[in-house]
């Protein structure tokens, strides 16, 4: 089913934090609404001890405006940015809350049919291969199942799954359809957030070793958001990649910007 909007918590020009593009330039489209609700609504599973920490975007992505098609395209145009979208050079980030519940796959799905149908990488005029410049990823927990329309049409996914620290139970964080079809893309990579080893032999034992996961496709990041402890937690998380043999990153936007969002 084709639809004419996209249901938007907030969409801005920034840079890739995180992940296996890290440092690249990026422009991130919130969508709203989520499946899961870690920590519980306004953090109500934290404050009972059921829950370590609270989904840090969900006074985000709770709110959202159904924008049309254009809109995105006229703010790329007042940023500068659309030619180097069309060429790959500015990466779109679809995240969320959720980018994979059923209705925003469709919307985003609409959404580059409509882009691919006016624009080539350079001159304005569509020509057949566009979607080859367009750098596509998603930003998805891993729990529901992406469609063929929109599978076909990312470049990217990254899937950071939830453990039982975020409150949720495990059937709603795994489903081993999802992550199984996640597998099956040329291009994929499981964004792991850790705070403590006991994380790490968790995500082990219900993740990687289960699913078999690679291990070149795990990616490690710290348990932080602010620049207070981002050295520190920065080292635990390179020792761990020592460790275990995966590849541990950082979050290069709280180094940049600490807490703010929005850039």
């Known amino acids: 089913m084709k639809v004419n909007t996209l249901n938007i918590s907030e969409d801005f020009y920034s840079v890739q934090g995180e992940g296996n593009t890290s440092g690249v330039p990026a422009y991130f489209i919130r969508l709203k609404a989520c499946n899961l609700m870690c920590g519980g609504p306004d953090g109500s599973l934290v404050k009972e001890g ?9 006074y985000v992505w709770r709110k959202g405006l159904e924008k049309p098609f254009q809109y995105l395209i006229d703010k790329w145009k007042e940023e ?26 469709r919307a985003i799905v609409s959404f580059l049919d409509f882009l691919y149908k006016r624009y080539d990488g350079s001159s304005g005029i569509f020509v057949r291969g566009l979607r080859q410049h367009v750098y596509n990823e998603i930003e998805t927990n891993g729990t529901l199942y992406i469609d063929d329309e929109l599978f076909e049409k990312l470049d990217q996914i990254n899937c950071s799954v939830k453990l039982a620290n975020s409150g949720m139970s495990k059937n709603r964080r795994i489903n081993p359809d999802a992550l199984s079809r996640i597998m099956e893309h040329d291009n994929y990579w499981f964004k792991f957030v850790i705070s403590t080893e006991e994380d790490l032999r968790e995500i082990e034992k219900e993740f990687i070793t289960p699913f078999n996961i690679p291990a070149k496709k795990v990616l490690m990041m710290p348990g932080l958001d602010k620049q207070e402890n981002y050295h520190e937690r920065t080292k635990f998380c390179m020792e761990m990649g020592k460790q275990y043999g995966y590849t541990g990153l950082t979050r290069l936007h709280v180094s940049a910007w600490d807490q703010t969002t929005g850039v």
């Open 80 to 105: 500068g940015i659309l030619d180097w979208i069309l060429q790959g050079r500015v990466n779109l980030i679809w995240t969320g809350g959720e980018p994979t519940i059923p209705k925003n796959q």
């Open 50 to 58: 059921k829950a370590t920490w609270w989904c840090d975007t969900e």
